[in-house]
């Protein structure tokens, strides 16, 4: 058990539907980390937050965003869904104070396992 | 364009074989790890590799990252079902620490 938390573990939804997934870091973990991983693509790096501030955008779409609450839980909301957003959905979180070149760990959670039909 | 490359991307072996698998990059990182992830699961770590150079070992498996940090190879001696997994490197990029993903290694590890 890594201590990251993801709800919900599997996902089924429509095309143009707006979904929401859920992630609970590791005690004391300061940053979450969301990442996309399709069969063709691998482990997409989508967005970063420390302490509640976004720190770092990757290859996230517009109708994708996400947040970092005061509790350090973090969401990830999906909207005008595609065919093709359909995806395993990661959540890591990791110790890494920004600057800091040691701590770079991340612990993942079980990832949501989203299908748009 | 993937940041960090590896190869071979499946590897079929029997048990009690040796195999090596690849993570190369022309971009320098901070740091390079190593996860493993099973069907269904979260990738896990393995290792931290932080020193060009390095030799990092966990029971059967043998990590090393490249003299210039751009690269790492990890060697698994008599080869077990149980590694059976995708295995994946991350660098860790500096600037914000964020790690980048190559697509990983497919090892399948025949009884």
């Known amino acids: 058990d890594s201590g990251v938390t993801q709800t919900p573990k599997h996902l089924i939804t429509a095309t143009g539907q707006r979904v929401t997934l859920r992630c609970s870091p590791r005690s004391g973990d300061l940053s979450v980390y969301w990442y996309q991983q399709s069969l063709d693509q691998g482990l997409q790096f989508l967005i970063q937050y420390y302490n509640g501030e976004e720190r770092a955008k990757g290859n996230i779409l517009e109708r994708f965003s996400a947040q970092q609450f005061p509790d350090l839980h973090s969401e990830l909301n999906l909207s005008s869904l595609e065919l093709g957003d359909s995806a395993l959905y990661f959540c890591?979180?990791?110790?890494?104070?920004?600057?800091?070149?040691?701590?770079?760990?991340?612990?993942f959670g079980q990832g949501t396992r989203l299908t748009v039909v | 364009t993937q940041l960090l490359e590896q190869s071979p991307q499946f590897l079929s072996i029997q048990e009690g074989e040796n195999l090596t698998v690849y993570c190369n990059s022309s971009?320098?990182?901070?740091?390079l790890q190593w996860y493993r992830q099973e069907p269904g699961e979260g990738p896990v770590l393995l290792v931290t590799v932080v020193t060009g150079g390095e030799v990092k070992k966990l029971k059967r498996l043998t990590f090393q990252f490249g003299d210039a940090r751009k690269d790492s190879s990890l060697h698994i001696t008599a080869a077990q079902p149980g590694d059976t997994g995708l295995y994946l490197c991350a660098g860790a990029l500096y600037g914000n620490n964020r790690l980048a993903f190559g697509k990983g290694n497919q090892v399948v590890v025949i009884p």
């Open positions: 971009s320098v990182f901070s740091s």
């Open positions: 890591a979180s990791s110790v890494v104070v920004p600057g800091d070149l040691q701590n770079t760990e991340a612990f």
